[in-house]
C-alpha cells in the first residue's frame, strides 16, 4: 500500500514539473495523456479557458469491447488514433504534448505516435 503511494505522489511531482513548461492555448492545445494499469486517457484542452475541447480513452464502449478491459500497446494506438481523428474533426492542427508524468515510452509513445499518423502535429 505505502509504494502505490509513493508512485503516484511521484507521478504528480513529475507532472508538476512537466506543467510548468507545457500550456495549452488556442491556437495549440495541450494533447493530456493519463494511464492507469487498464486504461489509457487522452485529452486537448484549451489551457486559457480552461475547456477540453476533445477527449478519447479506452474505456469507450467500442474500445473497451475490443480490447476488454486489457491495456496494451494497440490499445494505445487506437486512443491516439480517436484523438487524432476528433481534433482534425474540430478543426484542430497543432498542439503541444503533455506525457503526464509518464516516461515518453510504450503506451504513451504509442498513443503519441499514432495521434501523429492521424493527422496532428506536435
Given at each position: 500500500m505505502v509504494?502505490?503511494?509513493?508512485?503516484?505522489?511521484?507521478?504528480?511531482?513529475?507532472?508538476?514539473?512537466?506543467?510548468?513548461?507545457?500550456?495549452?492555448?488556442?491556437?495549440?492545445?495541450?494533447?493530456?495523456?493519463?494511464?492507469?494499469?487498464?486504461?489509457?486517457?487522452?485529452?486537448?484542452?484549451?489551457?486559457?479557458?480552461?475547456?477540453?475541447?476533445?477527449?478519447?480513452?479506452?474505456?469507450?464502449?467500442?474500445?473497451?469491447?475490443?480490447?476488454?478491459?486489457?491495456?496494451?500497446?494497440?490499445?494505445?494506438?487506437?486512443?491516439?488514433?480517436?484523438?487524432?481523428?476528433?481534433?482534425?474533426?474540430?478543426?484542430?492542427?497543432?498542439?503541444?504534448?503533455?506525457?503526464?508524468?509518464?516516461?515518453?515510452?510504450?503506451?504513451?509513445?504509442?498513443?503519441?505516435?499514432?495521434?501523429?499518423?492521424?493527422?496532428?502535429?506536435?
Open positions: 509504494s502505490i503511494i509513493n508512485k503516484k505522489a511521484t507521478i504528480r511531482r513529475k507532472h508538476a514539473r512537466v506543467r510548468k513548461k507545457v500550456s495549452g492555448t488556442p491556437c495549440a492545445p495541450r494533447l493530456a495523456v493519463n494511464k492507469s494499469n487498464r486504461f489509457i486517457y487522452a485529452q486537448i484542452i484549451d489551457d486559457t479557458t480552461g475547456n477540453t475541447l476533445v477527449a478519447a480513452s479506452s474505456l469507450e464502449k467500442v474500445l473497451k469491447e475490443k480490447f476488454k478491459g486489457v491495456l496494451n500497446i494497440e490499445a494505445a494506438k487506437e486512443v491516439g488514433k480517436a484523438i487524432g481523428e476528433r481534433a482534425k474533426e474540430k478543426g484542430i492542427e497543432k498542439v503541444v504534448f503533455d506525457r503526464g508524468g509518464f516516461l515518453y515510452h510504450g503506451r504513451i509513445k504509442a498513443l503519441a505516435d499514432a495521434a501523429r499518423e492521424a493527422g496532428l502535429e506536435f
